[in-house]
RNA sequence: UGGGGUGUCGCCAAGUGGUAAGGCAGCGGCCUUUGGAGCCGCCAUUCCCAGGUUCGAAUCCUGGCACCCCAGCCA
């Protein structure tokens, strides 16, 4: 007898085995030897100084999927301590992100600034133990201190002041008393190191600048190095995942916990996502903005979320392009062709399918009647019965791709050419048997054909094999439509160097204002995705409205056709 | 030439001394009323290089080489 296939075949939605990682064998590691009684607890950390981007998708989907396939717990946390570049617009903004793409840190919203008491008293203590020092050098003196990478650094003449007086100072910069970059307070540690970071790393600065949440109640504000990690113990994080520039920190991190016999987080770098054909730092994305090379932070041709989301991206394509890429310490730059596949991947399944003519020509059918309509069954999608079908309507004058019709067709070319027939997907096979051209340019105006009636799809006739299927849209019924294509934002795979800007692809937007899309798209609503058969994926622009509609699109189909003419 | 890292197929990435997973891309073929989807097959005798240890090395040792990061009161 024919068994069934396994019965593990069978179970839809399984989650698709979770690929190993060093960081999950470190976490393995220390569930075995109980270092942090079995806890899992990580943190997303972003700054609010711009909106986030795929690389933080890269991170997110690290920390909470841990987070999620451990039973543990990951906060989100906004590291806020320089107020001079972060906005609550960002605040927002990261937060939706961050739930779009399906994570949830329910009540654990925290943000460094919650900390700046317990930071100033820490620092007290420091001082106390004689392990840290306010010092009187300027921005400029201290980096002629500082030494070089092959020299060590000079000590502060300020190091060995006595913790009265650092204490008396300290509270004093703390109240106000000194001009913005006067005085730092320092940590005590080795200006000898070779690690650039432990020679005497500034922990407080003067900054007079209003922050989006403690306002004007600080004039002094943590460095990054000061703040984190005591932030991170705070809040008795496990696992604090980083990215790799922050590897030679690590000791400074370690320093600070152990001097302050705080609980001490372990912290792990990885490398940060690159992706050929775009850039991935906040400070270019937000060039790109200020210098208005694109419309905003949400414009579809860039990497962040918004962009991606406006794009038409579902939040189960990143999550899966996340897992695909995995987790390494090696400096990458992904294939852009790997995010477009997962794109695809996921878009073919849920996507209905509908017919749109992108750049359309006229098409009489010379022996079909005037005035018939016929409502003929479209499917909504061939890969899931359950989305059901659609009636489209038919008639005697129809629009179809430019691109379907060529005089002279080269070898291989399966669609309509002269007295060559093809099936109208949905409808009949129809033979060309007719071009009518401008008089004056020569330009193909309208293409006339015969079809064959006995073809009508789903009739006994139908099974008729001709080459080709084309799209179609019925000229009386069809809704026009504004269609934006997208492509990538670079025409080189690393835009890098000073002059990034000038390989930004011009083509990257294409506005086309003359579509025809059939009318059951009339009740559409924003942001709705769409197969539009034979051409991409396209959804719905907010910039939509009452009458008039616009789509992006969000990727092509895979286009074998373009690649035998490209050859 | 100080310190910290990384080098496995065009691009990612498993591999943890027992004889190189997987995905993407690419290339063939099947199927198809989307040149879509799906399916099948091909695609690293070799792991940056050179020595060494071992019955056996991508994995261990030694010595090189290449690339990335660090001299913000940014994160």
Excluded at 88 to 115: C, P, T
Excluded at 347 to 374: C, F, Q, T, W
Excluded at 380 to 403: C, H
Excluded at 495 to 510: K, Q, V
Aim: glycine fraction near 6%; charge should be negative; charged fraction near 30%.
């Amino acid at each position: 007898m024919e068994t069934n296939k396994n019965p593990e075949d069978l179970k839809t939605n399984a989650e698709p085995p979770v690929r190993k990682n060093f960081i999950r064998e470190i976490v393995d590691d220390d569930l075995k030897t109980n270092k942090f009684e079995g806890r899992v607890h990580t943190r997303f950390p972003p700054e609010p100084n711009g909106y986030l981007h795929i690389g933080h998708a890269k991170s997110i989907c690290l920390n909470f999927g841990l987070a999620r396939d451990y039973k543990g717990f990951c906060n989100l946390r906004f590291d806020d301590t320089n107020p001079s570049k972060e906005e609550q617009e960002y605040v927002d903004s990261i937060e939706h992100d961050v739930r779009w793409l399906g994570f949830d840190w329910e009540n654990r919203l925290y943000y460094a600034s919650d900390y700046f008491d317990q930071l100033h008293e820490y620092a007290v203590q420091l001082i106390k133990k004689g392990k840290a020092y306010v010092c009187d050098l300027n921005a400029d003196q201290v980096r002629e201190h500082r030494g070089t990478l092959t020299e060590p650094g000079k000590d502060s003449p300020y190091r060995n002041r006595s913790v009265e007086e650092n204490l008396d100072l300290f509270e004093r910069m703390r109240k106000g008393e000194f001009p913005d970059g006067s005085r730092t307070l320092r940590a005590k540690i080795d200006m000898a190191s070779p690690n650039l970071n432990m020679r005497d790393s500034v922990m407080y600065r003067v900054l007079r600048s209003t922050h989006h949440r403690t306002g004007d109640t600080w004039c002094i504000y943590p460095m990054y190095d000061w703040a984190h990690g005591q932030s991170d113990s705070i809040e008795r994080i496990t696992h604090s995942i980083c990215t790799l520039e922050f590897e030679d920190h690590r000791p400074l991190y370690d320093w600070f916990v152990e001097q302050l016999g705080i609980y001490h987080p372990q912290q792990i770098e990885f490398a940060r996502l690159n992706i050929t054909y775009t850039v991935m730092s906040k400070r270019k994305l937000l060039q790109l903005v200020e210098e208005k090379r694109v419309k905003g932070w949400d414009d579809p041709r860039m990497p962040t979320i918004s962009g991606l989301r406006r794009r038409g991206f579902t939040p189960e394509s990143i999550r899966l392009f996340a897992d695909r890429i995995g987790i390494s310490k090696s400096e990458s730059t992904v294939d852009v062709a790997l995010l477009e596949d997962c794109l695809r991947d996921d878009l073919n399944k849920r996507s209905r399918r509908v017919m749109a003519v992108l750049h359309p020509i006229k098409l009489v059918i010379e022996n079909y009647p005037d005035g018939v309509v016929e409502e003929l069954d479209a499917v909504n999608n061939p890969e899931d019965a359950t989305m059901g079908s659609r009636k489209v309507p038919f008639s005697k004058v129809l629009y179809i791709e430019q691109d379907d019709f060529r005089e002279d067709p080269p070898k291989k070319y399966f669609r309509l050419s002269p007295g060559v027939e093809v099936r109208l997907r949905y409808a009949y096979i129809i033979k060309c048997v007719g071009v009518v051209k401008d008089e004056k340019t020569g330009e193909i105006v309208e293409l006339r054909c015969t079809y064959d009636a006995e073809t009508r799809s789903g009739s006994p006739q139908s099974a008729r094999k001709v080459k080709g299927t084309i799209h179609w849209v019925s000229a009386s019924h069809a809704l026009d439509a504004e269609v934006r294509l997208y492509d990538r934002l670079f025409k080189v795979e690393n835009p890098g160097g000073d002059d990034w800007r000038d390989h930004i692809n011009p083509s990257a937007l294409e506005v086309l204002k003359q579509c025809k899309v059939e009318p059951s798209l009339s009740n559409t609503t924003l942001q709705d995705r769409y197969q539009f058969e034979r051409l991409g994926y396209f959804c719905v622009d907010d910039d939509s409205s009452g009458g008039s509609l616009v789509f992006n699109r969000t990727v092509t189909l895979r286009d074998t056709w373009a690649r035998i003419e490209k050859a």
